[in-house]
């Protein structure tokens, strides 16, 4: 095998494992090193008992033909086709998610739906200029009034930041705008289809999502991941990466390294250091890190909704979502569990409180609402995701474009995934982005299908 095509990967999550899965595809020489004893970074199945549930609320949307046909191929009959809309409970009512029109006519006073129409109708006549902000596109999307009641609130929940401080990329193409056609469409269809929502249809394999990234772990080989394997440092010289070092002192060769964790962990590693210059920009980087909390239940069904998101900033979470609506595999036929997102900084709650006290502020607030009934709980279990996703405001954008472009001067230096890109992407782009690195990085060997 030429050296060229050897290729050293930090990070055994769904982006390190998806450029190991394609570059192992056509005959590449594929080593991951994960820092964690298991495989699949913020993808995680978590089996306890008879529960199963994934760390995040996560479904795999066709958006991408090529991905979702190589994860079929992958993981055959056990790829489930779900039809399972989301929802967005406000003031004791549920509304659709994306926003619908015939739920604003039917759930708001005649004064407050004169509003918002008025307030869209206005939008769309009104001369467009490029949003600079996420505030600029909910405002342009639903007006003021849904923005301020719903949008706004979840987002700034959800990401720690005001979201005249967040960057537009952070929709990840959810926003429906409510145009005047939509708006008369939706006001005279007889019956209100979720079919072809972004949240309704999706596809989800049968033991979990994780199982997606277990299948490329075994298509890669337990002998070419290396688990526990923590690096200490990146050495580069003349604009290469010359070896990484783990935390055992172990000094690795590298040909091509493929970088997927988080850019912080990258700029401190690097030896020797980038300029102080260039080290000031991560003062202004964050990522956000959260909490999972599993409430196992002895009933049969909470709802029949993919997720349901919370909005009310007196929420101390942001979303719940039930693994049995996605796969009944997930629990027992009688039992069901919520698994339920919980935001800790800035703006979430404190990193430091106790998971007994965090538990406590959930519970209380479903009991509150009458949401749930405390005597149907078999149990619970909370667990913390470190740098689940990067906060991404305007200030962050410009800090990180910095940052990669020192990075770019490092020739055999490739970075992807949510986390080293520092941009909210899904599985599917992930997967695509990590198809054209493969084919971007092959010199003799056959390349991926575009």
Not at 156 to 163: H, N, R
Not at 344 to 368: Q, R, T
Not at 395 to 419: A, F, W
Request: hydrophobic residues 35%; charged residues 25%.
């Amino acid at each position: 095998m030429n050296n060229k095509n050897k290729i050293d990967i930090i990070g055994g999550g769904p982006a390190g494992l998806s450029v190991g899965y394609y570059a192992k595809k056509i005959g590449m020489n594929v080593t991951i090193y994960e820092s964690t004893s298991l495989i699949g970074g913020n993808c995680k199945t978590i089996i306890d008992g008879e529960f199963r549930y994934d760390t995040g609320a996560h479904r795999l949307h066709d958006k991408d033909s090529m991905v979702t046909n190589e994860i079929k191929s992958l993981l055959g009959d056990s790829l489930l086709k779900v039809s399972s809309p989301s929802k967005i409970y406000f003031e004791g009512r549920s509304f659709n998610f994306p926003i619908n029109i015939k739920d604003i006519i039917f759930k708001f006073d005649l004064k407050t739906l004169s509003k918002i129409l008025t307030e869209n109708i206005r939008t769309r006549l009104r001369k467009t200029r490029s949003p600079q902000h996420f505030k600029d596109v909910a405002y342009s999307s639903y007006g003021k009034t849904i923005s301020d009641m719903f949008l706004i609130p979840y987002t700034e929940k959800l990401w720690g930041q005001k979201a005249h401080r967040l960057d537009v990329s952070i929709t990840g193409g959810r926003l429906k705008s409510l145009d005047l056609k939509s708006i008369i469409i939706d006001m005279f269809k007889r019956k209100n289809n979720n079919s072809g929502h972004y949240e309704g249809d999706f596809y989800y394999p049968v033991s979990g999502f994780g199982e997606i990234f277990e299948a490329m772990g075994s298509s890669i080989g337990v002998n070419n991941i290396h688990l526990n394997s923590k690096i200490s440092y990146i050495e580069h010289k003349d604009k290469n990466i010359t070896s990484i070092i783990d935390s055992n002192g172990s000094c690795l060769p590298i040909k091509n390294l493929v970088y997927t964790a988080s850019l912080d962990h990258l700029f401190k590693s690097l030896n020797p250091k980038p300029p102080q210059k260039i080290l000031d920009h991560l003062d202004n980087i964050k990522y956000r890190s959260i909490f999972i909390c599993a409430i196992y239940l002895d009933m049969k069904n909470f709802s029949s909704n993919a997720s349901i998101y919370f909005p009310d900033s007196g929420c101390p979470f942001t979303r719940i979502y039930e693994p049995k609506n996605r796969s009944k595999k997930m629990s027992p036929e009688n039992k069901t569990c919520l698994v339920i997102e919980v935001p800790v900084g800035e703006n979430g709650l404190d990193d430091s409180l106790s998971k007994k006290i965090i538990y406590e502020k959930i519970l209380n607030y479903l009991i509150d609402k009458k949401l749930l009934d405390p005597k149907k709980i078999i149990n619970y279990r909370l667990v913390k995701i470190n740098n689940a996703y990067p906060v991404i405001s305007t200030d962050s954008i410009i800090h990180t474009e910095k940052m990669k472009e020192y990075l770019s001067t490092i020739k055999n230096l490739h970075l992807v995934g949510r986390n080293s890109d520092f941009e909210y992407i899904h599985t599917h782009d992930i997967m695509r982005r990590s198809r054209l690195l493969v084919n971007k990085m092959v010199s003799s060997q056959p390349k991926l299908k575009l």
